[in-house]
C-alpha cells in the first residue's frame, strides 16, 4: 500500500503540530460533562490536512 504513512513520514514541525492537536482532543475529552457530546471534527480535520501533506509529499 503506498498511500500508507508513517510517523516518520511527517516533518518534525508536523510531528509537534499532530501531537498538540491530539493533547488539545484530550482536553476536550477529559472537560466532557459525561455526556460523549463532544466535538472534535475541526481539529480531526486539521489533522487529515497534516496527513495529506505528507501523503502529497511521499508521492512525489
Not at 476536550?28 to 487529515?48: F, H, I, M, P
Amino acid at each position: 500500500m503506498a498511500d500508507d504513512i508513517r510517523f516518520s513520514d511527517f516533518t518534525t514541525g508536523e510531528k509537534l503540530r499532530v501531537a498538540a492537536l491530539t493533547a488539545r482532543m484530550a482536553k476536550r475529552g477529559l472537560a466532557d460533562d459525561g455526556t460523549g457530546n463532544v466535538d472534535l471534527s475541526d481539529l480531526k480535520r486539521k489533522v487529515e490536512r497534516i496527513e495529506n501533506a505528507a501523503r502529497r509529499r511521499k508521492k512525489k
